[in-house]
C-alpha cells in the first residue's frame, strides 16, 4: 500500500477532528488518536488493531523471534513502556525495533531518522504503510508502539494496553536468563488495581488536562492527576516500588509518563501545581528507576521536547522548544536504597543495550567520539578539533559547515573545548554547557 494518502481522524465519533497545519510550508501532523468533545472533553480512541502475539503455534500471531518488528516513538510514554520491558527483559534480539522520527508529518510517523527515510527492515517510509497493508481503507489514527509482522508487511497490533504484559506472558521462551518477573501471577489483581488509576489519572490524565478545551473539564483532570500524585507519593515514602519489593509493570507504566512530567507536562499540558521535583518521595522514586539500566538508555529528552511542543501546535502554536527545565537533577543520588527492595527480584539487571540502542545522550559516563555514530539520527559528530562540533540528525547536513551548535538531547548542547575526541555528555550537562535552542541564530531543519 502505498504512502501517498493522508490519513483522517477517526470517524467512529462526532468530535471535532485534529486538523493538518501547515508550518514553514511543511505540514505537520497533529495527533488524532484522541479528540476533544463538543462540551471540551478529551477522548482517547481504543486501539484498532488488538491481536496478539501469543506462545501458541497455532495462532494467527505465535511468537517466533525474528518475525515481529516493534516500531516505536522515544517520544512516546506508551511507547517508551515496551522498549523497556524489552530491555527488562532480554528480547532485543528476540523483537527488533524501529524508532520513528520524533516529530509526524501529515503521514504520521515517518522514518526519516533511516537512512533514505525507509526502515531498513520494513522497507517503508511511514508506519502508517503497515496500517494500510493490514487493512486497506482503514481511516482510524496511526498510533505506536506499533508491531509489525516483517513477513507480511502487515500491523498485527498498536494495542499498548496488552503489548507489555505480552512481552511478559507469552515470550518467555525468549527472556534473557535472569529475567526479572515484570507481572507476577501473585501480584497481579494489585497491580492491575494500581495501573487502572495510574491510567485514569496520572498516564492518561495528564493528556485529559492538556488537551481540554473547556476550563471545567482541564480543572477535573487537574485535581484529579495532583490528587494522585499526591496519594503515590504518601505510598512511595515508605516503599521502594509500587507493588512488593521488586520493580513491576506498575512501575514502568507510572515511570513513563513521571519522566516526561517536568519536561513537557508541567508546561505543555498545563499539569503545574508543581514539579516531579518538587515532590521528594516519587522525584527520588523517578531517579532511582531513571538511574536503573534498562530505564535509562530508553530515555531521550530531546525527542520528548520536539515531539510534544512541536506537533501539538493546536496547544502551541509558535512550536517553540522551552529551553528547560535543567534536566542534570535526574542524575543525582536518590538515595532509595535505604528502603530495600530487591529492584529485579531473583533476577539481575540486564546488560547494555545493544549497539544502536542506547538512546540517552544524557546518562553519566554515555561518551560520543568525534565521528562516532550510535545513535538512530545522529550521523556523525563533525568539525575541526578545536572548533565547535555538530551532531546531524536525519540525513542533513550542519548549515554552514561546521556549526555552532552541537545539537543533542534537551536542544543543542554548545561545546567550544579542544580536540574532545571523546566527549563525556553526563560532564558537558553538568558544566551547564546548554544553549540557544537550534532554530535560534542557526536554521537547522531537521
Ligand atoms: N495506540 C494507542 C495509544 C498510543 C498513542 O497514543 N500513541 C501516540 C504517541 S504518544 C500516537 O502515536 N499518536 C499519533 C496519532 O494519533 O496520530 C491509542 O490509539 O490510543
Not at 512488593?244 to 509518563?257: S, V
Given at each position: 500500500m502505498s504512502s501517498d494518502r493522508t490519513h483522517a481522524g477517526r470517524e467512529d465519533l462526532d468530535f471535532r477532528k485534529s486538523d493538518v497545519v501547515f508550518y514553514n510550508g511543511g505540514p505537520i501532523m497533529v495527533e488524532n488518536n484522541h479528540s476533544t468533545d463538543a462540551s471540551g472533553e478529551f477522548h482517547r480512541s481504543r486501539s484498532h488493531f488488538d491481536d496478539r502475539i501469543l506462545a501458541d503455534a497455532d495462532a494467527r500471531w505465535p511468537v517466533e523471534p525474528g518475525r515481529y518488528r516493534l516500531v516505536v516513538s522515544l517520544a512516546c510514554p506508551w511507547a517508551s513502556r515496551m522498549l523497556v520491558v524489552r530491555r527488562l527483559l532480554g528480547l532485543e534480539s528476540a523483537i527488533s525495533l524501529g524508532v520513528t522520527d520524533p516529530i509526524q508529518d501529515e503521514r504520521s510517523w515517518r522514518f526519516t531518522l533511516d537512512p533514505g527515510g525507509v526502515d531498513p527492515v520494513l522497507g517503508i517510509g511511514f508506519i502508517g504503510d503497515a496500517y494500510y497493508a493490514r487493512e486497506a481503507d482503514y481511516t482510524g489514527g496511526i498510533s505506536v508502539p506499533a508491531i509489525v509482522d516483517i513477513p507480511s508487511g502487515r500491523l498485527v497490533t498498536n494495542d499498548y494496553l496488552q503489548m507489555t504484559l505480552d512481552l511478559s506472558t507469552q515470550w518467555t521462551a525468549y527472556h534473557r536468563e535472569g529475567a526479572p518477573d515484570l507481572y507476577p501471577e501473585h501480584a497481579r489483581a494489585e497491580i492491575d488495581e494500581i495501573v487502572e488509576a495510574v491510567f485514569q489519572d496520572v498516564n492518561n490524565g495528564v493528556y485529559r488536562a492538556g488537551f481540554a478545551a473547556a476550563q471545567d473539564k482541564y480543572d477535573r483532570a487537574y485535581t484529579a492527576l495532583f490528587?494522585?500524585?499526591?496519594?503515590?507519593?504518601?505510598?512511595?515514602?515508605?516503599?521502594?516500588?509500587?507493588?512488593?519489593?521488586?520493580?513491576?509493570?506498575?512501575?514502568?507504566?507510572?515511570?513513563?509518563?513521571?519522566?516526561?512530567?517536568?519536561?513537557?507536562?508541567?508546561?505543555?499540558?498545563?499539569?503545574?501545581?508543581?514539579?516531579?521535583?518538587?515532590?521528594?518521595?516519587?522525584?527520588?522514586?523517578?531517579?532511582?528507576?531513571?538511574?536503573?539500566?534498562?530505564?535509562?538508555?530508553?530515555?531521550?529528552?530531546?525527542?520528548?521536547k520536539r515531539h510534544y511542543y512541536q506537533v501539538h501546535t493546536d496547544i502551541n502554536p509558535t512550536r517553540i522548544v522551552p529551553l528547560g527545565p535543567d534536566l542534570s537533577g535526574w542524575n543525582t543520588p536518590h538515595g532509595r536504597e535505604e528502603l530495600g527492595g530487591r529492584p529485579f527480584g531473583d533476577g539481575t539487571a540486564p546488560p547494555p543495550p545493544p549497539t544502536g540502542e542506547d538512546f540517552n545522550v544524557l546518562r553519566p559516563g554515555r561518551a560520543l567520539s568525534v565521528g562516532e555514530s550510535d545513535r538512530p539520527g545522529v550521523d556523525a559528530v563533525g568539525g575541526d578539533p578545536g572548533q565547535f562540533q555538530c551532531v546531524v540528525h536525519g540525513g542533513q547536513e550542519c548549515p554552514g559547515g561546521p556549526a555552532p551548535a552541537f545539537v543533542d538531547s534537551v536542544g543543542p548542547v554548545l561545546l567550544d573545548q579542544a580536540g574532545f575526541d571523546n566527549v563525556d555528555l553526563g560532564d558537558v550537562l553538568s558544566a551547564r554547557d546548554l544553549v540557544a535552542p537550534v532554530n535560534q541564530g542557526v536554521p537547522m531543519d531537521f
Open positions: 490528587e494522585r500524585l499526591d496519594r503515590l507519593e504518601e505510598r512511595l515514602a515508605t516503599r521502594r516500588y509500587l507493588v512488593g519489593d521488586t520493580i513491576t509493570e506498575a512501575d514502568i507504566r507510572l515511570f513513563t509518563t513521571l519522566v516526561r512530567f517536568d519536561a513537557v507536562y508541567h508546561g505543555h499540558f498545563k499539569c503545574n501545581r508543581n514539579k516531579l521535583s518538587e515532590m521528594p518521595a516519587l522525584w527520588a522514586y523517578a531517579r532511582d528507576l531513571y538511574q536503573t539500566p534498562g530505564f535509562t538508555d530508553t530515555v531521550d529528552f530531546d525527542h520528548i
